[in-house]
């Protein structure tokens, strides 16, 4: 359906009559009104730019509206056109399924042993453990080729789109690719030995040799100046990690998440360290492919992944841009097999959402998580997407259940909490240095059911806990409604 306003053509005139005739009591929809513009007059949105969209369900009339047709970046709520595109387009019973491949001959794979990437939106390392149990079940005693990493179906742009606006090696800025594990990025914690003169102590998770360590910390009697970290590519592609600074005794330092240079190439670290683990000997070394060479030897280990249902449920309640990537290239695969590619993939989203009727010029799609100045989208044609998902029998309830729930989970657990939104808003955050946004679903105290979307753009990171409190008592008071 489509919530623009008529257009001065006698079909459309005639569709607004009925609309209008259709549409909720006039008390109800100026209470709506009147919230958003108290909104819109809060003394904490000075000098933003803010769009909002409210409307009833199952119908779609606008309730109320700000700024509605405002092109804005929604932030992370970008990934609710991915999820919504890869519900329409995949298979529901869609899985990715990651493998193992060699020649054995005595126990010994006498060439490479291979890992086939699936594009598995999120393979952990304790599935790539299991493949290890796998082919060590099958006799397996020795790999003397080494791993190689088949990453060929996807092409070889591994850095999603905008992604390059900022260099920063944090684990949200995490690379894809078709065999990628750990969400690209790996844990690196930090403290103090438990003498002065000593280096610290730094641990990896997981612990690989796909990430060197060059540890220039030292501990320190005293607190220490701190510590800090810095993840850079190495020649062969693995990660450098590089720690910098001083802490005293046993203090503890940090626990961030980094980037790796090459989620693929780490995924096959993985593969040899669990089968080293297994008594399995590996020798050869471990390397990537990203185009298609030769025929694969026979297969010796296959995972699964979870559900389709299971992958946009993770995306959108922990707002993970990894899986939100991954999802999204790989509604990028061309016809025959070709590799995944961002622009098949932007095309993909595109055609999805026109389908459902939003309208083109209000909508661009640049990549799968809304992360820096990507994707772009107005509320109005936000909430269109909203309503158009709550009426779609097929993908209805997964699209819903896949949204954080207000004071309880996800990026919502500790928003919302008051009696009248916990449990009754599902929706999806959004959160760059300049942008808040949220968007979803809420259910009112008289049980009505809304639509909503409320963008704030040109905001900055001093002032995004007051913002993002602002939408808060937003859609507090619409839910008494």
């Given at each position: 359906m489509d919530l623009r306003r008529s257009a001065s053509h006698p079909v459309a005139s005639l569709i607004a009559i009925l609309l209008a005739l259709s549409a909720p009591p006039p008390a109800r929809a100026t209470e709506a009104e009147s919230l958003v513009e108290a909104f819109t007059d809060d003394a904490a949105l000075r000098g933003v730019t803010v769009g909002v969209a409210v409307a009833e369900l199952p119908d779609g009339h606008i309730l109320a509206e700000h700024?509605?047709?405002r092109v804005l970046f929604p932030a992370s709520g970008a990934k609710l056109l991915t999820v919504a595109s890869a519900l329409r387009r995949l298979d529901p019973g869609t899985l990715w399924t990651t493998r193992v491949h060699g020649d054995v001959e005595g126990g010994v794979v006498a060439r490479a042993l291979v890992l086939v990437g699936g594009g598995d939106p999120k393979l952990l390392p304790g599935d790539?453990?299991?493949?290890?149990?796998?082919?060590?079940?099958?006799?397996?005693?020795?790999?003397?080729?080494?791993?190689?990493?088949?990453?060929?179906?996807?092409?070889?742009?591994?850095?999603?789109?905008?992604?390059?606006?900022?260099?920063?090696?944090?684990?949200?800025r995490a690379s894809v690719g078709a065999a990628a594990s750990n969400?690209?990025?790996?844990?690196?914690?930090?403290?103090?030995?438990?003498?002065?003169?000593?280096?610290?102590?730094?641990?990896?998770?997981?612990?690989?040799?796909?990430?060197?360590?060059?540890?220039?910390?030292?501990?320190?009697?005293g607190r220490g100046e701190g510590v800090s970290v810095a993840a850079s590519a190495l020649d062969d592609g693995r990660t450098l990690v590089t720690v910098r600074g001083s802490l005293g005794p046993r203090r503890f330092g940090l626990n961030e998440r980094l980037r790796v240079a090459?989620?693929?190439?780490?995924?096959?670290?993985?593969?040899?360290?669990?089968?080293?683990?297994?008594?399995?000997?590996?020798?050869?070394?471990?390397?990537?492919?990203?185009?298609?060479?030769?025929?694969?030897?026979?297969e010796l280990a296959r995972h699964d992944s979870g559900s389709l249902a299971d992958v946009?449920?993770?995306?959108?309640?922990?707002?993970?841009?990894?899986?939100?990537?991954?999802?999204?290239?790989?509604l990028g695969r061309g016809p025959a097999g070709e590799p995944a590619t961002w622009e098949r993939a932007r095309g993909a989203v595109t055609d999805t959402l026109v389908a459902l009727g939003l309208p083109r010029e209000q909508f661009q799609v640049v990549n799968g998580s809304g992360l820096y100045h990507a994707t772009r989208i107005s509320p109005r044609a936000m909430?269109?997407?909203?309503?158009?998902?709550?009426?779609?029998p097929e993908h209805a309830r997964t699209f819903r259940e896949s949204l954080a729930i207000a004071g309880t989970t996800g990026t919502l657990s500790h928003r919302l909490r008051g009696p009248a939104t916990r449990g009754r808003v599902l929706a999806k955050t959004g959160t760059l240095d300049e942008v808040v946004s949220l968007s979803g679903y809420l259910t009112t105290r008289s049980d009505r059911h809304l639509a909503f979307a409320v963008f704030i753009n040109e905001g900055s990171p001093d002032r995004t806990s007051a913002l993002r409190a602002a939408i808060d008592r937003l859609i507090t008071r619409l839910a008494a409604l």
């Open positions: 700024g509605a047709d790539i453990s299991a493949l290890a149990d796998a082919v060590a079940t099958r006799g397996v005693r020795s790999v003397r080729g080494g791993v190689i990493v088949d990453a060929t179906r996807h092409d070889e742009a591994c850095l999603p789109p905008a992604y390059d606006e900022k260099d920063t090696d944090a684990g949200y969400f690209g990025a790996i844990r690196v914690i930090v403290r103090g030995s438990k003498r002065a003169g000593r280096a610290v102590i730094v641990s990896l998770d997981p612990s690989t040799d796909a990430v060197e360590v060059h540890n220039e910390a030292r501990t320190v009697s090459d989620p693929d190439l780490l995924s096959g670290y993985l593969l040899a360290e669990a089968l080293r683990r297994r008594g399995v000997t590996v020798d050869g070394p471990i390397r990537v492919r990203r185009r298609a060479s030769e025929p694969l030897p026979p946009v449920r993770d995306t959108n309640t922990w707002s993970n841009n990894f899986m939100a990537e991954l999802l999204f290239r790989e909430v269109q997407l909203l309503v158009a998902m709550a009426a779609d």
